[in-house]
């Protein structure tokens, strides 16, 4: 291409301008120049219930430089883009497709975590700084606040079982409501149920909150069919949202345990059938087991648990037991496991009835329990024996008190003699035994005079006058010998109240 003349210069380059000026501005050039950029964010808060779609309005105008308009959640070091027109997985969705203008956007199914505040941000490019994004323009935020509804109330119960009597912990769960304004009540079998202040504690960016609430029952048996209920109210809901638990879950009823028959003798080789019964307990799982002398037997015969009108279960266990002799004095045990707790048993001391073997006495053949027996009996008969003599000898002293008023007498005994020896040629000084009768009435004082100095006395004097019916009337000398003594002066006559009896004996 040839360059233009030197002289034609100055002639095209007025014509060309004029060109230029003459001609219709471009489309956005003449207002980038004309109108400044303007970024508006109506909306300054928007409440919503979760699940439901929010719109965020964002609009711009006149020209900016060049760069991206983007939604973010927060500000700071803790926000989040929630729009990009480059990212399609965006949150939010624009609500005019390829507009340069109207950014405005939805966000479905909001929950309480997209509560916030929400901006709307151009940005321009710098070049000169490695083409990164700087702010150039920010709206002043949209506060999103996200109604929601708590979730279902979930009641626990505690993690072992508490058993009859004792106290168990409850708790009732809810969280994701906003606002905070929640309140709760607790129910057993649809009366009100006193329970502990609720806690609210609030989640992250406060956007939600959660509750937890206890409550302390103390079991009893009857709770088996017990049902306790939480209940929420909040400004979300229509009605209460309820949460329930069956306290049988958390409750423990020990089994009963009877052993039968009673304790009693066997007789040899007869089949006792002893009985196991275990009853009104709960949960439904026990494991029944028979021991002999400690060491476990084997019974087959063994009941299913069945459920009783209140709720409860029983079961029995049957042991067939053959009464022979090695068994005699066998300890057989019914033991009962029931939920993990302690073993609980009943046990009783099989006696058999044996025989006694020919040519062998009782005595040899009989165990330990049979001496016992033996030994209570002999007992006993002792001393029905003893008090039985007592009793007649009690009669006997009774009669013979009788007797001794209604007849007074002295008697002195002697030795049986010969019949020789009761004739009057007897030796004097052999005399030793002499019956001294007495008339019943009161006799007078008797004055003995010694006739010889072969005479020796014996005196038989009474203590001081009893009264009329109470004087001496019997006494018993056994066996008295009468020593000789020297001569005595003759007795002086005594008290009215004293009676003498003399024997008078001869010299040889």
């Known amino acids: 291409m040839e360059p233009p003349a030197r002289g034609s210069a100055p002639v095209s380059w007025p014509l060309t301008c004029l060109v230029l000026l003459s001609l219709p501005s471009w489309p ?3 207002a980038q120049y004309s109108q400044p950029f303007r970024l508006q964010q109506p909306q300054e808060q928007l409440k ?36 990009d027109q480059r990212s399609p997985s965006s949150r939010g969705m624009m609500v ?25 941000v151009k940005y321009k490019r710098s070049v000169s700084q490695g083409d990164t994004l700087q702010v150039y323009q920010r709206g002043k935020g949209t506060v999103v606040s996200v109604h929601a509804k708590p979730s279902a109330p ?25 606002p905070d ?39 009893q048996p009857e709770d088996v069919r017990s049902q306790l209920a939480c209940e929420v109210q909040h400004p979300t809901l229509p009605a209460p949202l309820r949460g329930t638990y069956q306290l049988r879950e958390a409750l423990r009823v020990s089994p009963s345990v009877r052993l039968l028959p009673e304790p009693s003798s066997v007789e040899l080789n007869r089949t006792l059938n002893l009985s196991c019964h275990v009853e009104g307990f709960y949960p439904r799982e026990v494991a029944v087991s028979w021991l002999e002398n400690g060491r476990e037997l084997k019974a087959e015969n063994s009941s299913r648990a069945v459920q009783t ?18 068994k005699n004095g066998s300890v057989l045990a019914c033991r009962v496991l029931h939920d993990g707790q302690e073993p609980v048993s009943r046990t009783l001391t099989l006696w058999v009835a044996v025989p006694a073997k020919e040519g062998m006495s009782d005595w040899d053949t009989a165990d330990n329990g049979n001496l016992l027996t033996i030994y209570i009996v002999v007992g006993v008969v002792c001393t029905v024996l003893v008090l039985l003599v007592a009793a007649i000898l009690y009669l006997i002293h009774t009669k013979q008190s009788k007797a001794g008023k209604s007849s007074p007498s002295a ?17 004097p000084n052999n005399l030793t035994y002499a019956d001294l009768n007495f ?67 001869s010299r040889k």
């Open 28 to 30: 956005g050039v003449g």
């Open 48 to 83: 919503t219930t979760a699940g439901q779609t929010i719109t965020l309005n964002c609009t711009t105008s006149g020209s900016g430089p060049v760069g991206p308009v983007k939604w973010v959640k927060g500000w700071g070091s803790e926000s989040k883009t929630i729009y």
């Open 96 to 120: 005019v497709d390829q507009s340069n203008k109207d950014f405005s956007i939805h966000i479905r199914d909001v929950q309480p975590q997209d509560a916030g505040t929400y901006y709307c």
């Open 154 to 178: 979930v009641v626990s119960g505690p993690e072992q079982r508490a058993g009859t009597g004792e106290s168990a912990t409850f708790t009732c769960e809810t969280g994701g409501f906003f």
């Open 181 to 219: 304004s929640i309140s709760v009540r607790w129910l057993k079998n649809q009366a009100p149920v006193s329970a502990q202040q609720p806690h609210i504690s609030p989640g992250q960016g406060n956007s939600s909150y959660s509750l937890s609430s206890r409550v302390t029952l103390l079991l």
């Open 309 to 326: 009108p209140r709720g409860l279960f029983k079961l029995s266990s049957l042991l067939e037991v053959q009464a022979t002799e090695e």
């Open 411 to 427: 008697r002195l005994h002697e030795p049986e003699k010969s019949s020789e020896a009761t004739t009057q040629e007897s030796d």
């Open 439 to 505: 008339e019943k009435e009161r006799k007078s004082i008797r004055r003995m005079v010694e006739l010889s100095q072969q005479s020796e006395y014996a005196s038989i004097q009474s203590s001081q006058a009893p009264s009329a019916d109470d004087n001496l009337t019997y006494a018993d000398l056994d066996m008295v010998h009468l020593n000789k003594a020297p001569k005595r002066p003759a007795p002086r006559p005594e008290e009215a109240s004293s009676e003498y009896a003399s024997v008078q004996i």
